[in-house]
């Protein structure tokens, strides 16, 4: 069973871990929820912010206020 987690990398640091936790889910989240949690809601959203929760949701890297992000799905014995 796998879990579906939200990474984000800052892109401040060369060093930094692809994988800093974000938040998890025990099943996909749909658009609106993933939206709601990046803070941009789809009713307020720009079309760029709407194309980059769906690119997200869809399985790609995004750049957010300078921080990339990504969703997937991950086995929880490698989240440890």
Known sequence: MSVWCVFAVDNNYHDQPNNDLAALWLEKPSI???AKFMALPL???KD???VNIVTMW???NV???GI???LEAVEPQKII
Do not use: C, K, P, S
Request: proline share 0%.
């Open 32 to 34: 609106e929820v993933l």
């Open 43 to 45: 009713g307020n959203a």
């Open 48 to 50: 760029e912010d709407i």
């Open 58 to 60: 869809q399985g790609g």
């Open 63 to 65: 750049l957010i206020r």
């Open 68 to 70: 990339t992000y990504r």
